[in-house]
């Protein structure tokens, strides 16, 4: 029998909040029967959703708080003046071992910085980073960072691909994935000094890593490596264009099947096959970005998701408990800080 896990969800958190999270929740029950719940937010509003979701009836608490995290609450104000938010109680869980992970829609910035405060980094991590994984030609590919560290040095990179590693093995059950770094090309002599130094560091490291060097932007849906590491400016940037590029073709589609009494035909004919590749680049199923390298699993689902989505994101929370990566990032970073122990920062306090 599979070993209960509790996941911790900030249940007033996303744009469709509180009943996109217990539609989420309803549906990976579903699932995942091993899986039960603590959610955090308004008890007379949680309780009247789960009386239209039986599935949830004897995996779930209530933990009742007022205060919600707002989308536009700045990370500073959110974690100075939200202690008893539904956000904030969730991480709490984590830290308390009451809950293996948290799942939040919640503000983005907020959930990183409360979770950096409560958690902390795991040893030899001066930074965590954002990891999701998109889909590719070959399957999928993990990029880091999504936007939590704009500016990075070399050995922030060098984390990063540890930490993609890990998550590559972890999740997405790669048995030994390999690493490229973004860049402007593949040649030595481009990129800036830190993305340089932080080849040079992964060529020679100790740790048994597939380094294939630098990539292109390109390469990333091309499927070239497992795992892409950037800075979180780059990566954000790449991440929403790959997003608005596919809304467009979407568009695109609908109009030509649109524009005559024969495209409509042809789109009857095609429908399967459409309805195929739908379900293979919807963003929904991709759901579930990782606070990566906390000393605690908490993942940050999209704001606007809708329950389908969610479920996703909850998917991989018990993942992440259920395969130890937290565990297995120690291990990997204690034999980094071996290599490098000039670079070992103490974690965030």
Same mark, same amino acid.
């Given at each position: 029998? +599979?070993?209960?896990? *509790?996941? &911790?969800?900030?249940?007033?958190?996303?744009?469709?909040? !509180?009943?996109?999270?217990?539609?989420?929740?309803?549906?990976?029950?579903? @699932?995942?029967s091993h899986v039960h719940f603590?959610?955090?937010?308004?008890?007379?509003?949680?309780?009247?959703?789960? &009386? @239209? =979701?039986?599935v949830l009836a004897d995996c779930v608490e209530i933990r009742h708080t007022d205060q919600v995290v707002k989308g536009d609450d700045k990370p500073s104000t959110a974690l100075r003046g939200a202690r008893e938010s539904s956000m904030r109680k969730a991480i709490d869980a984590v830290k308390e071992g009451d809950a293996a992970a948290a799942v939040s829609a919640g503000n983005t910035g907020a959930l990183m910085a409360m979770s950096k405060f409560v958690l902390k980094t795991i040893k030899g991590i001066d930074r965590p980073a954002i990891i999701t994984a998109v889909p590719t030609a070959t399957g999928s590919c993990c990029i880091l960072d999504l936007?939590?560290?704009?500016?990075?040095?070399?050995?922030? /990179?060098?984390?990063?691909?540890?930490?993609?590693?890990?998550?590559?093995?972890?999740?997405?059950?790669?048995? @030994?994935?390999?690493?490229?770094?973004?860049n402007i090309g593949i040649e030595e002599i481009k990129g800036n000094e830190a993305v340089k130094e932080a080849a040079?560091?992964?060529?020679?490291?100790?740790?048994?890593?597939e380094f294939a060097g630098f990539i292109e932007g390109n390469d990333i849906s091309? $499927?070239?490596?497992?795992? &892409?590491? +950037?800075d979180g400016f780059t990566g954000n940037v790449a991440l929403k264009v790959a997003e608005g590029t596919a809304k467009l073709i979407s568009g695109f589609l609908r109009e030509s099947f649109r524009s005559s009494w024969r495209a409509r035909? $042809?789109? /009857?004919?095609?429908? #399967?096959?459409?309805?195929?590749?739908? +379900?293979?680049?919807? #963003?929904?199923?991709?759901?579930?970005?990782?606070?990566?390298?906390l000393n605690g699993i *908490?993942?940050?689902? =999209?704001?606007?998701?809708?329950?389908?989505?969610?479920?996703? &994101?909850?998917?991989?929370? *018990?993942?992440?408990?259920? =395969?130890?990566?937290?565990?297995?990032?120690?291990?990997?970073?204690?034999? /980094?800080?071996?290599?490098?122990?000039?670079?070992? !920062?103490e974690p965030v306090s």
């Open positions: 029998m +599979t070993e209960k896990i *509790v996941i &911790a969800l900030d249940a007033m958190g996303g744009d469709a909040a !509180p009943d996109m999270v217990v539609g989420g929740a309803a549906l990976a029950r579903r @699932k995942l603590l959610l955090f937010g308004d008890s007379a509003r949680l309780k009247a959703l789960l &009386a @239209k =979701h039986p936007g939590a560290n704009v500016q990075c040095s070399a050995e922030n /990179l060098v984390q990063f691909a540890v930490m993609g590693e890990v998550f590559a093995r972890t999740v997405l059950s790669v048995e @030994k994935p390999t690493i490229g770094l973004i040079g560091i992964l060529r020679e490291t100790t740790l048994p890593i091309a $499927g070239t490596v497992d795992v &892409a590491v +950037t035909m $042809g789109y /009857l004919l095609a429908r #399967p096959a459409l309805a195929l590749m739908r +379900t293979r680049v919807d #963003p929904r199923s991709y759901n579930g970005a990782i606070m990566c390298g *908490v993942v940050k689902s =999209h704001g606007n998701t809708d329950a389908f989505g969610f479920s996703n &994101a909850i998917a991989v929370a *018990v993942d992440m408990a259920t =395969h130890g990566f937290i565990e297995k990032m120690r291990e990997d970073f204690e034999r /980094l800080r071996a290599d490098y122990p000039a670079n070992d !920062p």
